[in-house]
């Protein structure tokens, strides 16, 4: 009788706390929403490098490649391998969904080290990399869990919920847990590496502004390439294991 209580007790507390907020934000104001404009604005940044760099490689493809060409095949290759390594034979459809997911996370890692965000004033807050706000890991994340479901329903059809049950029926509330916390792991994973590596730089700069900073810079570099690959590792791994339907 009390169990009805306790879970609109529940979604009430999950409520309050989404509208904590740590800092101060700017946001726009559209209609009745109020729209987190940071995350926007650099977002839009790094997907307009994004497309830039893609119009630029195959506006002129030639037939002995040059450097710029060279680059980018490199890097469709990297993510096709990396796709089939960790889905199969089958991993044709997912290379665009998989790409997508890191060379957005790595624009946008490297975005926070690289272009100085800190130089534009807003009237509230200041702009970062868009993976260092936890709505945008949230929103990478997502997508991923609707395409692990969608893979396994596409493949097996209904047949697919038969792996909660597997190896024994007493694993299905652990088995069902588990698909909830794949996207939670995800997004806070990258979102806390992210604002750890961009929160070391800054309390380094003010300490020892000289000298200490830089190795520190080159190093956030190499972990926020590492984050990127995780992920989209990670998303492309539980793709191919809801369609091999094996844990």
């Known amino acids: 009788m009390n169990v009805l209580p306790c879970s609109i007790n529940t979604l009430k507390g999950l409520y309050d706390i989404s509208g904590v907020e ?6 726009w104001q559209i209609g009745g ?17 994004l497309l830039g760099s893609a119009t630029i490689a195959v506006r002129n493809p030639q ?22 390594t960790q889905i199969g ?19 946008s890692n490297w975005s926070g080290a690289l272009l100085p965000w800190k130089i534009i004033e807003l009237p509230h807050g200041e702009l970062a990399a868009p993976t260092n706000d936890i709505n945008t890991t949230v929103a990478l994340a997502l997508p991923t869990s609707v395409a692990y479901f969608y893979a ?21 509330p652990i088995n069902i847990l588990e698909d909830f916390t794949k996207p939670l792991s995800l997004s806070f994973r990258l979102f806390g590496n992210i604002l750890a590596d961009e929160l070391v ?11 200490v900073p830089i190795p ?14 995780i992920f989209a590792t990670l998303a492309a791994a539980y793709i191919g294991e809801s369609m091999e339907g094996h844990h």
């Open 216 to 229: 520190v810079m080159f190093l956030g570099l190499f972990t926020s390439g590492i984050q990127a690959l």
């Open 22 to 27: 740590v800092g101060q934000h700017f946001y």
């Open 89 to 107: 034979e089958e991993y044709g459809p997912w290379v665009p969904f998989i790409g997508t997911m890191f060379l957005f996370i790595f624009v």
């Open 33 to 49: 929403f109020q729209v987190h404009a940071q995350v926007l604005i650099t977002s839009w940044v790094v997907i307009a490098i």
């Open 201 to 211: 730089v800054v309390v380094l700069v003010s300490l020892v502004p000289s000298v």
């Open 63 to 84: 037939t002995i490649p040059t450097a710029g060409q060279n680059f980018f095949e490199y890097v469709l290759e990297f993510i096709r391998d990396l796709s089939k």
């Open 152 to 172: 396994g329903l596409s493949k097996k059809g209904l047949g697919y919920f038969a792996k909660y049950i597997q190896p024994t029926p007493i694993l299905l």
